[in-house]
């Protein structure tokens, strides 16, 4: 009965980046029950076998989908992509997504307006329509209520000119951010640090890690997550 409810719903994908935000948008949309979410939208830097912009090796985000129970679609671009390349290997996934029958796309975004608008204007005459159910949420709030939703997640790259390096690898929680600098925003918004969840509510299991080296590229801190026992 309950699979059937779901393939009555409008089918939707998350951009899945995963990191806390994205998480956390999945988990207010699974909360509501308006959707059937079909997929995972993640875009992978194919020469380093990676989450592009977080570092994140792709085992995990495979890890990842697999906890969640929903396949992950993985748009391959190549590191330093032009925006042209970017823009058509995201026109080929929305295609692909169409045809699995997806009407909308939910977005992590909280209060970027370049970024929000850049999305609509890209999805317009697609037949996908771009949702943000975390819009216009006050940061210093949402970062807490990620937090106490059962969301863990760690800090993988981070601007080192605005975050300090220790804070490569720590626990996205109460304490981490209780030390951020004030000039910080609490979610990171501003691309401050990115983050890698590991347990969330709708996890059917936990995904281990453990802590590797850091290392500093193109102007931001990496710092790898191995998976626990490799």
């Not at 029950?33 to 380093?48: D, K, P, R």
């Not at 975390?134 to 863990?152: C, F, H, N, Q, V």
Request: charged letters at 30%; hydrophobic letters at 35%.
């Amino acid at each position: 009965m309950e699979s059937e409810i779901a393939n009555e719903k409008p089918k939707a994908a998350v951009s899945w980046s995963s990191g806390k935000d994205s998480a956390f948008a999945l988990l207010e949309v699974l909360r509501k029950g308006n959707f059937n979410i079909v997929s995972l939208l993640t875009t992978v830097t194919s020469t380093y076998d990676r989450i592009s912009m977080h570092g994140v090796r792709n085992e995990l985000l495979q890890k990842q989908s697999d906890s969640i129970g929903i396949p992950s679609l993985k748009i391959e671009i190549p590191p330093k992509c032009s925006n042209e390349i970017y823009e058509g290997k995201m026109k080929s996934a929305t295609e692909q997504l169409k045809r699995k029958g997806v009407e909308y796309l939910i977005f992590g975004d909280i209060f970027l307006e370049d970024v929000r608008k850049y999305r609509e204007t890209k999805l317009a005459g697609s037949g996908i329509t771009p949702v943000f159910p975390l819009w216009g949420r006050k940061t210093p709030d949402l970062a807490k209520e990620i937090i106490r939703s059962g969301i863990s997640a760690r800090l993988v790259c981070l601007d080192p000119a605005k975050v300090g390096k220790e804070f490569g690898g720590l626990r996205f929680d109460l304490s981490l951010l209780n030390r951020l600098p004030e000039n910080v925003d609490p979610c990171g918004e501003n691309g401050e640090f990115h983050t890698f969840v590991y347990e969330a509510p709708f996890f059917n299991k936990r995904v281990d890690v453990e802590v590797g080296i850091s290392v500093e590229r193109d102007g931001f801190l990496f710092t790898d997550l191995v998976p626990a026992g490799d």
